[in-house]
């Protein structure tokens, strides 16, 4: 059974970098088909794409966010990783991890989520 | 602003049918996913492609699209079923995952 489970900082100072990392466990992060992503939820609102990326390192960004993202893989530690730049409170958030398909298009599976919450 | 438009809220009667749609440019040529969501969890995917169910997903479960919009059919509802149902798909630009706003379910 394929389990993704994100790590890093809960707390984030404004206009610092944001940085989580998801571990996949029970597959391979280098299955082809799949994309590997980040998905966030600020409080009591809905769900925001983030972006994703291929093993190969091919990536796909929200354009909204993307000038402050960056995502990455590392195939020998079966991770992928996000940074966030330039944080505000808006950016207080569950950010999930999530295996991704691009045709047909679906999220199969996701971590339980970690929340990030940007205050100094 | 989402490029997939959902109903804020949908209440149905117990046993009843609900369908939770999801409108956009992008569904008339891509098949939508649809997300079930309840308090504190992460997201189920619960339909993908034309009308796939993963596995373990009650056959109560439906998917169907037509122009512009995808439709989440749950016949006979349950009370289990209450949550947030968000749909996914391709936006404007490519970019393959976009959800929509998301949809309040209450079972009443």
């Known amino acids: 059974q394929l389990q993704l489970q994100e790590s890093g900082p809960g707390l984030v100072k404004p206009s610092e970098t944001l940085s989580l990392t998801c571990t996949v466990s029970?597959?391979?992060?280098?299955?082809?088909?799949?994309?590997w992503g980040w998905i966030r939820q600020p409080p009591g609102k809905g769900l925001e794409w983030i972006g994703s990326?291929?093993?190969?390192?091919?990536?796909y960004y929200n354009p909204s966010l993307k000038s402050r993202v960056t995502i990455s893989v590392d195939t020998s530690k079966n991770q992928f990783s996000l940074k966030l730049s330039s944080v505000t409170a808006a950016d207080t958030a569950v950010y999930y991890c999530?295996?991704?398909?691009?045709?047909?298009?679906?999220?199969?599976?996701w971590g339980q989520g970690t929340l990030v919450t940007v205050s100094s | 602003s989402s490029e997939l438009t959902q109903d804020p809220a949908v209440s149905v009667a117990l046993g009843q049918t609900v369908r939770i749609t999801c409108q956009g440019d992008?569904?008339?040529?891509?098949?939508a996913s649809w997300y079930q969501q309840k308090p504190g969890q992460a997201p189920v995917l619960v339909i993908y492609?034309?009308?796939n169910r993963p596995s373990g997903i009650p056959d109560r479960f439906s998917g169907s699209s037509s122009g512009n919009t995808a439709s989440l059919t749950i016949t006979g509802a349950q009370a289990e079923d209450e949550a947030d149902y968000y749909c996914?798909?391709?936006?404007?630009?490519?970019?393959?995952?976009?959800f929509g706003g998301g949809t309040k379910l209450t079972v009443l």
């Open positions: 999530a295996r991704q398909k691009k045709l047909p298009i679906f999220l199969d599976y």
């Open positions: 029970g597959g391979s992060i280098s299955s082809s088909s799949y994309y």
């Open positions: 990326i291929y093993y190969s390192g091919s990536t």
């Open positions: 992008s569904l008339r040529s891509y098949y």
């Open positions: 492609g034309k009308n």
């Open positions: 996914n798909s391709r936006d404007s630009s490519g970019n393959p995952w976009v």
